[in-house]
C-alpha cells in the first residue's frame, strides 16, 4: 500500500507578512486627517475668542475716555472751569492697555493720533466756545473711529453667535455713539442760544441732526440688547442687563422729550435738556460695564468649550493610536509564532540513539528475513566429531 506524502506547508510571501502591518499604518492616515481638521477648526475658533476678548479689554478702557471727553467738552462750551484729572486718569490707563495689547490690533496709530489731540486740547483750551465745540467735536470722531477699529481688528464684528454679537454692537457702537451725540445736543442747544438771528435757521437744522444722531443709536442699543437677551441661552444675561437698560431707556425717552422744540420760535429748555443728557450719561455708565461683563463671561463660556474640544479631540487620537498600537503588536506576535511554527517543522530529524533498534535499510519491496524475537542468543561453541580424534 502506498501511503500518501505529507502536504508541505506554504510559507507566506514577504508581501503577505507586511500586509496587516500596512494596514495598520494605513488606518492612521484617516485618524490623522480627522485630528488634523478637528484642531485646525477649534484653534481658528479658539484665536477668535481670545482675540475678541482682547477687544472687550480695549473697550473697557476706552469707556472712562469718552465720559472724560464729553465732560470736559460740555465744561468748555459752557464756560465752567475743566478739571483734568478724570481724563489724564482715563488717557493713562487705556494708554497701558495699548501698550499691551495695541500690536495685535492694530491700534497703536489710531491712539497715539487721539492721545496727540487730546493732549494738545488739554494743554491749550480754545477760548472760544464755538472753537471749543469743532476742536472736541474733531477727537470725539477720532474717538469713535478708534472704537470701529478695535472691533474690526479683535473680531467682535464678526462674532458668530447672536447674544454676542448684539452685546458687542451695542457696547462697541451704538453706546459711545449715543453719548457723544447726546453731550453735542446739549452743548450745541447752549451755543444756539448765543448765535445771531441770522444763523438761527441753520442752527435749527443743525439741531435736528444732532437730535437724530444722538437719538437714533440710543434706540438701537435698546434694540440690540433686547434681541441679545432673546436669543442667548444665558440665564444670567437677562436679569443682569434688563434693570440698568431699562434706566437708561427711561433717561433717553426724557432726553428726547427735552430736546424737542416748543413754540413757535423752536427753542429748547436749555436746562432741562442738559439735566437729561447727565442723567443720560450716567445710566450709560451703570449700563456699560454690564454689558461688558457679560459679553466677557459669553466669550470665556465659548473658550472653556473650546478647550473642551479640543481636550476631547486629544483623548480620541491618543485612544485611537494605543488600539493600532496594540493590533501591530498582537499581529506581531502571531507572525512570530507562525514563524517559530514554521521553523520547527523544516528542522531535521535527531539522529537515532545507539541502543535503538532501526528498520534495516534497503529497498521497499525486499523481502527480509523475520527477526527473532526476544532478546539475542550468544553464539554457542562448535561440538566435537566422531572422527575429530583422529585428525
Same mark, same amino acid.
Given at each position: ?43 481658528? +475658533?479658539?484665536?477668535? =475668542?481670545?482675540?475678541?476678548? *482682547? ?9 472712562? =475716555?469718552t ?14 472751569? &475743566? ?11 487705556? #494708554?497701558a ?7 495685535? *490690533? ?17 494743554d ?25 477699529? &478695535? ?8 462674532d ?5 454679537f ?15 451725540a ?126 473642551? +474640544? ?15 498600537? &496594540?493590533l #501591530? ?33 534497503g ?29
Amino acid at each position: 500500500m502506498t501511503v500518501p506524502a505529507p502536504r508541505a506547508r506554504r510559507r507566506p510571501s514577504p508581501a503577505g507578512r507586511l500586509l496587516p502591518m500596512l494596514l495598520v499604518l494605513t488606518l492612521l492616515a484617516p485618524l490623522a486627517v480627522l485630528f488634523g481638521q478637528s484642531w485646525r477648526s477649534t484653534d481658528g +475658533d479658539r484665536r477668535l =475668542v481670545v482675540t475678541e476678548r *482682547l477687544g472687550v479689554e480695549y473697550l473697557r478702557a476706552l469707556a472712562p =475716555v469718552t465720559d472724560a471727553l464729553v465732560d470736559a467738552q460740555t465744561a468748555t462750551v459752557t464756560g465752567r472751569p &475743566v478739571s483734568g484729572d478724570a481724563l489724564t486718569r482715563a488717557v493713562g490707563t487705556a #494708554a497701558a492697555v495699548d501698550a499691551r495689547i495695541g500690536d495685535e *490690533l492694530r491700534s497703536r496709530e489710531r491712539w497715539a493720533g487721539l492721545r496727540a489731540k487730546i493732549e494738545a486740547l488739554r494743554d491749550r483750551r480754545p477760548a472760544d466756545p464755538e472753537a471749543a465745540y469743532a476742536a472736541y467735536g474733531e477727537v470725539t470722531d477720532l474717538l469713535l473711529a478708534l472704537h470701529r477699529k &478695535v472691533r474690526e481688528t479683535s473680531g467682535l464684528v464678526r462674532d458668530p453667535a447672536s447674544d454676542s454679537f448684539f452685546l458687542q454692537a451695542g457696547v462697541g457702537e451704538k453706546l459711545p455713539e449715543a453719548i457723544v451725540a447726546a453731550g453735542r445736543l446739549a452743548d450745541l442747544t447752549v451755543l444756539a442760544a448765543r448765535r445771531p438771528a441770522d444763523r438761527q435757521a441753520p442752527t435749527v437744522a443743525e439741531l435736528a441732526a444732532v437730535r437724530v444722531a444722538a437719538l437714533a443709536p440710543a434706540g438701537a442699543l435698546v434694540a440690540d440688547l433686547r434681541a441679545a437677551v432673546d436669543s442667548s441661552e444665558s440665564t444670567d444675561l437677562g436679569a443682569n442687563v434688563l434693570t440698568p437698560l431699562d434706566i437708561y431707556q427711561r433717561s433717553v425717552e426724557a432726553l428726547a422729550a427735552y430736546s424737542t422744540p416748543t413754540g413757535a420760535t423752536g427753542a429748547v429748555d436749555g436746562p432741562r435738556l442738559a439735566a437729561a443728557r447727565s442723567a443720560a450719561q450716567a445710566a450709560a455708565g451703570q449700563l456699560q460695564p454690564v454689558i461688558l461683563d457679560e459679553l466677557d463671561a459669553l466669550l470665556a463660556d465659548r473658550l472653556d468649550a473650546l478647550d473642551h +474640544d479640543r481636550r476631547l479631540a486629544v483623548a480620541a487620537a491618543a485612544a485611537g493610536v494605543v488600539l493600532l498600537v &496594540v493590533l #501591530a503588536l498582537a499581529l506581531l506576535a502571531a507572525y512570530r509564532r507562525a514563524a517559530d511554527a514554521r521553523r520547527a517543522t523544516d528542522r531535521p530529524a535527531a539522529p537515532p540513539a545507539a541502543d535503538g533498534w532501526q528498520p534495516p535499510a534497503g529497498r521497499p519491496d525486499e523481502v527480509r528475513p523475520f527477526q527473532p524475537a526476544g532478546p539475542a542468543r550468544e553464539p554457542q561453541p562448535a561440538q566435537w566429531g566422531p572422527f575429530d580424534a583422529a585428525r
